[in-house]
Structures are given as C-alpha cells and as structure tokens.
C-alpha cells in the first residue's frame, strides 16, 4: 500500500440476502416478510437487512430485527425512527397474521420483545 493508499475507499461488499438452503417453512415466512416495506426507505424489510433471524415452530413465528439507531442526539430524529419501527411491527404482524400463525413475537436483535400477537399456546 503507498503512501495515499489509506485514502482507498474500501471495496462494497454485496447485500446479502436469505439463505438458499433454508427449511420451507422459514423460506415462507421470508417472502412474507418481503410484502413489508419499510415506509422511510420503499424497501422490503428482508432486502434492506432489517431481518436479523427468525424461528418458526408450527403455527408460532419468532421475527427478529436489527434496528439500528443512526442519530442518537437527534430527537427529532428518534421520534421518526419510533413511529417507522412501529410501523414495520405492526406490518410485520399483519402480513403474518393473514398468513395463518396463531402467535407471533417480534424481537430486536438483542432478544427484547418488541411486540407479539396471540395467545401464549398459539390458539389466537
């Protein structure tokens, strides 16, 4: 590396998206998820990486997500971040919902529950 070689901007690595040698119970729930768009940005939820990891047993789905906060001085600017987060949950439940699971929990990627719908033996 010469001497201006630390001004290189770093090489972009590609998204990654879901992988393909998943069970189809959990390749269903990910193209559920795709019909939820993230209001501030138009994009899917799976294709913008907000999808952290999910489990799916029976008719009982776990979703969690990776929220990042960007701005965490700005007011103003958690308060969007709020309103946005609460409606990608809301959403995310509904897509669900139509899809037939009888329970569903929302999770942040540190396993905080965010939001859930059902009864807790799955009998909604």
Known sequence: MGLLGIFKRPERTPKRGP???LPPEVKRVVEV???VIDPETGLNVVEEGLVYGL???GKKVQVFFLFA???PDCHFCQ???INV???ILRDTIEA???EGFKRIEIYNEIGLLLDEWGDKDGSA
């Open 85 to 87: 987060q609460r409606r």
């Open 79 to 81: 308060a969007l971040a």
């Open 33 to 35: 998820l795709k019909s």
């Open 19 to 21: 992988k393909e040698d």
């Open 96 to 98: 669900l919902k139509k």
């Open 69 to 71: 906060r960007s701005t």
């Open 55 to 57: 489990t799916v047993e």
